[in-house]
């Protein structure tokens, strides 16, 4: 059974820390992991990570992509309080066509 | 105007009752999906529909239905609403294929359904 695990689940930090959110993935034939934002409502959707682009970043935001360890960290830098939401991973399986998500990490950023 | 629409955005309903929600796009994708979402365990795959003709059980479909009337329009009924269907909702849709098979969804805003 595809399986996708986030951690830590809960992070408080302060305005200007960085902070690293992982995901790990065990999937029959992997294709593809992908973050989301989910603030208030609707997910948005942030990278996405295959074989042939193991790296990605967007500002303050990168993520990486380790398909030996089968994991990925989503990391923010100079964090603001506009980045307190839930960080969603998902991964695609090659035959799948469709997302299996983890749990989420809520992330709070205090001032 | 928003690409995903959902309808209503929140229903308090009783045990017993069916409830259909209602999810538009008008992105031109094929692909819609259903999810359901509660604390502390992500996103739960429901239904998902490849094109009009094409609908597939996700990992929690019992107690669920789906029907897709258009390419741009898939609807959820809860033929008998239970007090453990109570979650937030969302519908997605997915450019799967368009560029070569990888997927990104887009979702829509939710429901927030309450079974009492």
């Known amino acids: 059974e595809d399986k996708v695990v986030q951690s830590p689940l809960s992070l408080v930090v302060h305005e200007g820390d960085t902070v690293t959110l992982n995901c790990s993935y065990e999937?029959?034939?992997?294709?593809?992991l992908l973050w989301y934002k989910q603030e208030k409502k609707a997910p948005t959707f942030l990278f996405m990570l295959?074989?042939?682009?193991i790296e990605k970043k967007s500002g303050r935001l990168s993520s990486i992509l380790d398909k030996k360890e089968l994991s990925s960290i989503l990391n923010i830098t100079a964090t603001q309080t506009g980045d307190s939401a839930i960080y969603l991973c998902?991964?695609?399986?090659?035959?799948?066509?469709?997302?299996?998500f983890g749990q989420g990490t809520r992330l709070t950023i205090n001032p | 105007d928003a690409d995903v629409t959902q309808t209503p955005r929140n229903r308090i309903t009783k045990t017993g009752k069916r409830i259909m929600l209602e999810c538009s796009q008008t992105?031109?994708?094929?692909?819609m999906y259903w999810y359901r979402q509660d604390p502390g365990l992500g996103l739960r795959l429901i239904y998902y529909?490849?094109?009009?003709?094409?609908?597939n059980k996700g990992e929690i479909s019992d107690g669920y239905s789906v029907s897709r009337q258009a390419q741009a329009k898939f609807s959820l009924s809860l033929e008998s609403a239970i007090p453990n269907q109570t979650a937030l909702y969302f519908c997605?849709?997915?450019?799967?294929?368009?560029?070569?098979?990888?997927?990104?969804?887009?979702f829509g805003p939710g429901t927030r359904l309450t079974v009492l």
């Open positions: 997605a849709t997915s450019d799967w294929g368009y560029r070569g098979g990888t997927d990104t969804q887009y």
């Open positions: 999937v029959t034939n992997f294709r593809s």
């Open positions: 295959t074989s042939s682009g």
């Open positions: 998902a991964v695609e399986a090659a035959g799948a066509q469709k997302l299996v």
């Open positions: 992105k031109g994708h094929d692909r």
């Open positions: 529909s490849f094109d009009v003709k094409d609908i």
